[in-house]
């Protein structure tokens, strides 16, 4: 009974921590992460869930990961670009949509909403889809090149890059089945594209220089 006082415990620190510092979660899915992470360490250590849960999962566990959490969230929130607008071609502003269309999608294939702490945010790659459409929609006629903003760029390089690492970790799949019916060859064509597109983006630093 202790060790399921615990386990409630740790998962309460973790909603009250997130609530006191503005945010909402859902204890079901913060409780479903805790005893994946029990069962992995168990597995690992090859001890019971029970030991891991008494020994090897500090008392601080919630409010620590919890605080974690809304710090990322924050930082993701306060992200702002300054500088310059850029310059693109038509076509790579299509490559562009397509990547980020990409990354919605395997998010969501992959579920990553249900995540305590999602990778990809879904409002900045919403606001980056947004900001590109819209500048290829008010080029001039026959323009060539179309003017994007520095923080609509800002916001594509972050969902691309959240967007490559989960791909390259092997945390997202095209298709996260567990079987084997070709989907690696498929997550492998899509990594290659994905690093490419990047390609086309400043690099971050550069962003982040207002004088440029």
């Not at 300054?82 to 071609?89: F, L, M, R, S």
Request: proline share 4%; hydrophobic share 45%.
């Amino acid at each position: 009974m202790a060790r399921k006082g615990k386990f409630h415990r740790l998962v309460d620190d973790f909603v009250a921590t997130v609530t006191e510092l503005g945010g909402r979660v859902d204890p079901s899915v913060v409780a479903d992460e805790l005893q994946s992470r029990i069962d992995a360490i168990a597995v690992q250590l090859r001890v019971t869930p029970q030991t891991v849960l008494r020994s090897y999962i500090d008392d601080g566990w919630g409010r620590q990961m919890a605080t974690a959490m809304m710090a990322d969230v924050h930082g993701r929130e306060a992200v702002e670009a300054a500088g310059p607008d850029e310059h693109v071609g038509v076509r790579v502003a299509a490559r562009l949509l397509a990547a980020l269309g990409q990354a919605i999608l395997f998010a969501t294939v992959n579920q990553d909403a249900t995540e305590p702490v999602p990778r990809l945010d879904v409002r900045i790659a919403a606001e980056a889809v947004t900001g590109l459409s819209m500048a290829v929609h008010d080029r001039p006629s026959e323009a060539d090149l179309v003017v994007v903003s520095a923080q609509v760029v800002t916001w594509t390089r972050i969902t691309l890059e959240a967007f490559r690492e989960q791909v390259s970790a092997g945390a997202w799949s095209s298709c996260p089945c567990g079987e084997d019916h070709g989907q690696a060859d498929t997550d492998a064509a899509v990594l290659r594209a994905v690093s490419a597109d990047l390609l086309f983006l400043p690099a971050a630093d550069l962003l982040a220089r207002p004088g440029r």
